[in-house]
T-cell receptor
Framework: RKEVEQDPGPFNVPEGATVAFNCTYSNSASQSFFWYRQDCRKEPKLLMSVYSSGNEDGRFTAQLNRASQYISLLIRDSKLSDSATYLCVVNLPGGSYIPTFGRGTSLIVHP | SAVISQKPSRDICQRGTSLTIQCQVDSQVTMMFWYRQQPGQSLTLIATANQGSEATYESGFVIDKFPISRPNLTFSTLTVSNMSPEDSSIYLC?????????????FGSGTRLTVV
């Protein structure tokens, strides 16, 4: 089983739609969690950290479910500019905090 | 957050040759990371480069194939040696930002390598 798993998609949604992605992780001792965004032919950029209590940043909401070992990203009122690949990132236990990246979920928002 | 300048942005190389990728950071950082991202795949950590010591390589990556230099706290290079078409990939350097445990990672713009 892979350490971090994501549905690669693509998720194809109209503008204004709400879309959610999940990411599961295998190591229950994982310590911190993130969502990154990667545009085509660009480097990944941090979108948001995922806190235990859940957190929101504008149209984006991230949730952590430790019992079921998954994190989620909800995007409300999708924009064309949200089209990208969303990478789930998990910091494994241990002092080095080396991140493990999921394969990413592709989102296409169409007019 | 840190700003990373990575070059070259892309290259097409003959098999059997070597390519050195450079990353310059605008601030001093203890650790720099080198990743590979193959088409349609996630990022795979190649090695962690610390200033003043040997790089730490992940399983499946060896120093002879991917020698790394870290001469100071703002600069690192990764060499892809004796290249084959299987080495065609995007190579990214990265530095850590933020604090425990919510480290974030800033990436260079990547080097798109094609080996022919």
């Amino acid at each position: 089983r892979k350490e971090v798993e994501q549905d690669p998609g693509p998720f194809n949604v109209p503008e204004g739609a709400t879309v959610a992605f999940n990411c599961t992780y295998s190591n229950s001792a994982s310590q911190s969690f993130f969502w990154y965004r990667q545009d085509c032919r660009k480097e990944p950029k941090l979108l948001m950290s995922v806190y235990s209590s859940g957190n929101e940043d504008g149209r984006f909401t991230a949730q952590l479910n430790r019992a079921s070992q998954y994190i989620s990203l909800l995007i409300r009122d999708s924009k064309l500019s949200d089209s990208a690949t969303y990478l789930c990132v998990v910091n494994l236990p241990g002092g080095s905090y080396i991140p493990t990246f999921g394969r990413g979920t592709s989102l296409i928002v169409h007019p | 957050s840190a700003v990373i300048s990575q070059k070259p942005s892309r290259d097409i190389c003959q098999r059997g040759t070597s390519l050195t990728i450079q990353c310059q950071v605008d601030s001093q950082v203890t650790m720099m990371f080198w990743y590979r991202q193959q088409p349609g795949q996630s990022l795979t950590l190649i090695a962690t480069a610390n200033q003043g010591s040997e790089a730490t390589y992940e399983s499946g990556f060896v120093i002879d194939k991917f020698p790394i230099s870290r001469p100071n706290l703002t600069f690192s290079t990764l060499t892809v040696s004796n290249m084959s078409p299987e080495d065609s990939s995007i190579y990214l350097c990265s530095v850590r930002t933020g604090g425990i445990p919510y480290y974030g990672y800033t990436f260079g713009s990547g080097t798109r390598l094609t080996v022919v």
